[in-house]
């Protein structure tokens, strides 16, 4: 007699419900909203379609300022628990996770990143003893920003026992850039019918979406030393850093191709697409390799095509809208900055909805609900 199948696992099971957390970020902005008149004393103001976007954008008068502070998530417990499995440590690999969640929002409003600054909150001082560990922390942050051309400012290192569980670390990181010139805003107003959507690769988890795949290890017989079908473990594919793309912005900035519009395909996945306000048909006709470790997830998980690309990246990283003419020149940038990329689809006029037909992938406008 079979086994019963196992039933899909969410990531509402996971612990992570948006239709709990969405409605207060929604809250937030709205107050938020009400103290940008107070740019006008220091004689700035707010450029407000930024209002809902990745990154916050201020006029200070002959260029614009972003801004951005993002947090690694959990991923730092996978890593603990494989350096524990196979004394390796990830720390490296997890500082740039951490900077790339922060600047990877900032470049989708045309920002250079300038200046990035650590927030590391242990569970207690011991944390700071495993010097190797800590190290490994230093040097990947270090890297992270020398790929992006940006100065490590400084940071906050508290100790904070009975906040954060003893012998773990929170790990954040906020991030200020330069928009100069000034038409290298993107916040949308460009974008319409006619642009090419091109996707640049992902390289497996990324940093959201951990919720659910630790939460799989349950079912795993050998948890996170569990091999993939091409022999890596699980847990150390879920550790692959997640790709910095501010070269990729840079050098299309140098090579004269105007974004009309990025997003940066993290939490909520593919819905991410939608984020921009506008009644905008969004169709998808070439879908990105699935890494393999999210294939993975999917199958284990039990997760249907909705699921899967409505909580992770199945692929595609981030997304860039520009016009139809500059679409291959684009992914040829990419590739010229060690990053695939694809131009797998286009903007047509429409309701608001996201259509990959290939995959029967469907989402409306109520799939994304950020302002």
């Known amino acids: 007699m079979s086994a019963a199948p196992l039933s899909p696992l969410t990531y509402d099971q996971a612990g992570v419900n948006y239709d709990l957390i969405d409605p207060l970020k929604v809250s937030a902005q709205r107050a938020a909203a009400?103290?940008?008149?107070l740019l006008g004393g220091h004689g700035f103001a707010e450029v407000a379609a930024s209002r809902g976007e990745s990154a916050y954008v201020v006029d200070v008068g002959p260029f614009y300022l972003a801004s951005i502070v993002e947090c690694l998530g959990s991923k730092a417990l996978v890593a603990d628990e494989m350096q524990r499995l196979t004394g390796r440590s990830f720390y490296g690999a997890i500082a740039q996770d951490t900077i790339a969640m922060a600047v990877n929002d900032l470049i989708t409003v045309g920002a250079t990143p300038l200046v990035i600054q650590a927030y590391w909150a242990a569970g207690g001082s011991d944390w700071f003893e495993d010097k190797a560990r800590a190290q490994a922390l230093v040097e990947g942050w270090k890297r992270a920003c020398e790929t992006c051309g940006a100065a490590w400012g400084g940071g906050e290192t508290p100790a904070l026992a009975g906040i954060v569980e003893s012998?773990?670390?929170?790990?954040?990181?906020?991030c200020t850039g330069l928009i100069n010139p000034k038409s290298r805003l993107s916040v949308g107003d460009r974008?319409?019918?006619?642009?090419?959507?091109?996707l640049l690769a992902a390289s497996g988890i990324h940093a959201n979406g951990l919720s659910l795949a630790r939460k799989l290890v349950e079912r795993l017989p050998q948890g996170y030393l569990t091999p993939l079908p091409s022999g890596r473990l699980y847990g150390e594919a879920l550790l692959d850093p997640t790709p910095l793309y501010a070269p990729v912005t840079e050098a299309l900035f140098k090579a004269g191709i105007v974004t009309h519009y990025s997003a940066n395909i993290t939490g909520h996945g593919w819905r991410k697409l939608l984020r921009h306000p506008a009644s905008l048909r969004y169709v998808i006709d070439q879908v990105p390799p699935v890494p393999?470790?999210?294939?993975?997830?999917?199958?284990?998980?039990?997760?249907?095509?909705?699921?899967?690309?409505?909580?992770?990246?199945?692929?595609?990283?981030?997304?860039?809208?520009?016009?139809?003419?500059?679409?291959?020149?684009?992914v040829e940038v990419a590739k010229s900055c060690g990053i695939a990329a694809w131009h797998a689809g286009h903007v047509e006029a429409g309701p608001k909805q996201l259509v990959v037909d290939s995959i029967g992938l469907r989402f409306d406008a109520d799939a994304l609900q950020l302002r």
């Open 191 to 198: 974008l319409g019918a006619g642009d090419a959507i091109v």
């Open 34 to 37: 009400a103290t940008a008149g």
């Open 167 to 174: 012998g773990r670390i929170d790990l954040a990181a906020s």
């Open 292 to 330: 393999e470790v999210l294939g993975f997830i999917q199958q284990q998980a039990g997760l249907d095509t909705t699921e899967a690309y409505g909580t992770f990246n199945m692929g595609a990283g981030f997304a860039l809208f520009v016009p139809a003419g500059d679409a291959a020149r684009c």
